[in-house]
Nanobody, 124 residues
Framework: QVQLVESGGGLVQAGGSLRLSCVAS????????MGWFRQAPGKEREFVAV????????RYVDSVKGRFTISRNYAANTGDLQMNSLKPEDTAVYYCAADRSDRFSDRTEAYDSWGQGTQVTVSS
């Protein structure tokens, strides 16, 4: 099993920036896709971004393209989500997730392990 620990959430004004970090440990298989999802109150968990183990391919939900950047350090099994030009609609609990099959998925069901979530609040 992969254990994930997140950090970096907080309160920020609209237009500001925040960087979320995720540290993975506890698995002999390190070749996982790392995804980020978010969930606002009363809404379903939403795909935000993913990066593959094989090739470092990235993709994003349309609403964050040009503002968010996902990255990872393969040797350290860590990942970051850099969030710029934040909007109030970005307010949510953000989760990192690992898919040990490296399927590059935007579906929650594809992921084996999840972090505890970190709250991001963007004020207007």
């Amino acid at each position: 099993q992969v254990q994930l620990v997140e950090s970096g959430g907080g309160l920020v004004q609209a237009g500001g920036s925040l960087r979320l970090s995720c540290v993975a440990s506890g698995s002999t298989f390190s070749s996982f896709s790392m995804g980020w999802f978010r969930q606002a109150p009363g809404k379903e968990r939403e795909f935000v971004a993913v990066i593959t183990w094989n090739g470092g391919v990235t993709r994003y939900v349309d609403s964050v393209k040009g503002r968010f950047t996902i990255s990872r350090n393969y040797a350290a099994n860590t990942g970051d989500l850099q969030m710029n030009s934040l909007k109030p609609e970005d307010t949510a609990v953000y989760y990192c997730a690992a898919d040990r099959s490296d399927r590059f998925s935007d579906r929650t069901e594809a992921y084996d392990s999840w972090g505890q979530g970190t709250q991001v609040t963007v004020s207007s």
